[in-house]
């Protein structure tokens, strides 16, 4: 079985037997940690509450009241009485004049720091995957990369390797991106597909193995 050189790479994760992360119990709640990750994940776009609600699947009031703990924080700021495009209004064309709407303060002192925490528990906090996945199937390889190591030229964020119910799988994903509060781009391959494009050297394959990720779970017989 061909080996990956990886040692011009950064050292790879493993963190398959860590006690489950979950978010919620440093920042106090679900709703919360959503509107980071949505916030945090799309810094420089603005939303408006009902989007927000619909995104992070959340219910009106406690959205309302998770917004204002974040602007209170700073991370987050209100903008009021502008027009400002959002994803349902590609050509500008709304006639809004004191629609709230919210966005993340790049000002804040430490929003480089809380969108790099929140990155790393997302990780984490993919042990809730992890069980989902092995409850659906057999689940040989979950590696992570792209988005959640900062790195959006990877073509994909996940990569799952194993023998799992299409139907189970999508659900897992979807949960996942509810959590996440924002689309999640993975590859699914069966065992014997991915050790024979690993075989033949597949250039997506191989470029997904060699640039910087974090190995969830690894019951294969190769080396990362």
């Known amino acids: 079985m061909p080996q990956i050189d990886l040692k011009k790479k950064q050292p790879v994760a493993l963190i398959e037997d860590v006690k489950p992360f979950f978010a919620e119990n440093l920042f106090g709640s679900k709703t919360r940690v959503r509107l980071l990750n949505l916030f945090l994940e799309h810094p420089s776009r603005p939303f408006y509450v009902r989007e927000i609600t619909r995104k992070v ?3 009106l009031n406690s959205v309302r009241r ?3 703990n974040l602007i209170d924080s700073t991370i987050v700021k209100e903008v009021e009485g502008k027009i400002i495009p959002t994803e349902n209004d590609p050509e500008k064309k709304q006639k809004v004049e004191k629609k709230k709407y919210y966005v993340a303060n790049q000002e804040c002192p430490f929003f480089d720091e809380i969108r ?11 042990q809730t ?9 057999t ?13 959006e030229e990877v ?14 799988l999508q659900e897992a994903m979807q949960h996942l991106e509810s959590q996440l509060a924002r689309e999640v781009n993975y590859t699914y391959m069966h065992k ?15 470029s997904l193995l060699q640039t910087d990720k974090v190995i969830i779970v690894n019951t294969l017989a190769f080396s990362v």
């Open 116 to 126: 790099g925490m929140i990155k790393k528990m997302a990780i984490l906090s993919n």
């Open 66 to 68: 998770e917004l204002q």
């Open 57 to 59: 699947d959340a219910q």
């Open 139 to 151: 689940l040989n390889l979950l590696l992570l990369s792209g988005r959640f190591i900062n790195n």
């Open 192 to 206: 014997d597909e991915f050790l024979y494009r690993l075989e033949v050297k597949d250039r997506f394959l191989v």
């Open 155 to 168: 073509a994909s964020d996940i990569l799952i390797v194993g023998d799992i119910s299409e139907k189970r």
């Open 129 to 137: 995957l992890v069980k989902e996945l092995q409850d659906a199937g």
